[in-house]
């Protein structure tokens, strides 16, 4: 099962404390890249496509999707 809204944005909150937002997106590009493209795994590949849409949502608008 994916994580759900509330998991990835505590996720999201967790990362914010220790590395700036554009570094975020950067490390969740490459994971994407690396993991994301390659996996079977429906659930993780969906967790790590959600979390890249709530950094990208949060960069263009400020909100949290």
């Known amino acids: 099962m994916a994580a759900s809204k509330d998991e990835i944005n505590t996720i999201l909150n967790i990362l ?22 390659t996996t079977s795994n429906k659930s993780l590949r969906d967790t790590i496509a959600g979390m890249l849409t709530v950094v990208k949502v949060y960069w263009t608008t400020g909100d949290s999707p």
Do not use: A, N, R, S
């Not at 914010?16 to 493209?37: A, C, K, R, S």
């Open 16 to 37: 914010g404390q220790y590395f700036p937002d554009t570094m975020i997106e950067m490390m969740l590009e490459e994971v994407w890249e690396e993991v994301g493209v």
